[in-house]
């Protein structure tokens, strides 16, 4: 039983092409992410969502659009695929640091976006 | 800007060698330090992780060495093994933990 799952696990696609992907997560965490993984492994932050409230915004292009219509699930949509968009993109869950002083976030395996 | 610098960027070692992974922080808001281990194909995971107020902490074959005033912390893998071979991150989170800030990564591989 997955606890954090995301689709599609590759995804290939043409400049300029607007594309989506899903995040879920079965493990009642309150708080859920996006990372951005390069060619040389760098993990970067995009978002950051607590309880569907969007509260880090990195500076991300604003063709990345995250949407959170619940605690379970975040998606990332994408508009107007640029050739440099091509990277692996993780999205992680954690619980409510401040309520219950746990940290550490659970990672799905991926999406690995390619943009030709 | 790198926030949390990691060295080496990759690291050979022999079967029960101890490889040592440094990381180094400026920002004294941050207040947690996991490291996680990724393996190819798969998402990161947490493998250890250590407040400022300990100087060392010890799960399995993993230990983590914290020096607050330089503001360096390390990861020690005892009696290593080839399925230890991995991506390794450092991390450090300010209090909330809602910004986690990877290190570069350094990847592993331990010959049998």
Same mark, same amino acid.
Not at chain 2, 73 to 87: E, K, N, R, V, Y
């Given at each position: 039983?997955?606890?954090?799952?995301?689709?599609?696990?590759?995804?290939?696609?043409?400049?300029?092409?607007?594309?989506?992907?899903?995040?879920?997560?079965? /493990? $009642?965490?309150?708080?859920? @992410?996006?990372?951005?993984?390069?060619?040389?492994?760098?993990?970067?932050?995009?978002?950051? *969502?607590?309880?569907?409230?969007?509260?880090?915004?990195?500076?991300?292009?604003?063709?990345?659009?995250?949407?959170?219509?619940?605690?379970?699930?975040?998606?990332?949509?994408?508009?107007?695929?640029? /050739? $440099?968009?091509?990277?692996? @993109?993780?999205?992680?869950?954690?619980?409510?640091?401040?309520?219950?002083?746990?940290?550490? *976030?659970?990672?799905?395996?991926?999406?690995?976006?390619?943009?030709? | 800007?790198?926030?949390?610098?990691?060295?080496?960027?990759?690291?050979?070692?022999?079967?029960?060698?101890?490889?040592?992974?440094?990381?180094?922080?400026?920002?004294?808001?941050?207040?947690?330090?996991?490291?996680?281990?990724?393996?190819?194909?798969?998402?990161?995971?947490?493998?250890?992780?250590?407040?400022?107020?300990?100087?060392?902490?010890?799960?399995?074959?993993?230990?983590?060495?914290?020096?607050?005033?330089?503001?360096?912390?390390?990861?020690?893998?005892?009696?290593?093994?080839?399925?230890?071979?991995?991506?390794?991150?450092?991390?450090?989170?300010?209090?909330?933990?809602?910004?986690?800030?990877?290190?570069?990564?350094?990847?592993?591989?331990?010959?049998?």
């Amino acid at each position: 039983d997955t606890a954090v799952s995301q689709t599609p696990k590759y995804l290939v696609t043409q400049m300029g092409n607007d594309k989506s992907i899903k995040c879920e997560q079965n /493990l $009642g965490h309150d708080t859920m @992410y996006w990372y951005k993984q390069d060619s040389k492994k760098f993990l970067k932050i995009m978002f950051s *969502y607590n309880n569907k409230e969007l509260i880090i915004n990195e500076t991300v292009p604003n063709r990345f659009s995250p949407k959170s219509p619940d605690k379970a699930h975040l998606n990332l949509h994408i508009n107007s695929l640029e /050739l $440099g968009d091509s990277a692996v @993109y993780f999205c992680a869950s954690s619980q409510d640091f401040v309520r219950t002083g746990v940290y550490g *976030y659970t990672f799905g395996s991926g999406t690995r976006l390619t943009v030709v | 800007q790198q926030q949390v610098k990691q060295s080496p960027q990759s690291l050979i070692v022999q079967k029960g060698g101890i490889p040592i992974i440094n990381c180094a922080y400026e920002n004294t808001a941050f207040d947690y330090f996991p490291w996680y281990q990724q393996f190819p194909g798969k998402g990161p995971a947490l493998l250890i992780a250590i407040r400022p107020d300990v100087s060392e902490k010890k799960e399995g074959r993993f230990t983590i060495s914290f020096n607050k005033s330089a503001k360096q912390f390390s990861l020690h893998i005892m009696d290593s093994q080839p399925g230890d071979s991995a991506t390794y991150f450092c991390a450090a989170s300010p209090t909330g933990g809602f910004k986690t800030i990877f290190g570069a990564g350094t990847r592993l591989f331990v010959k049998a």
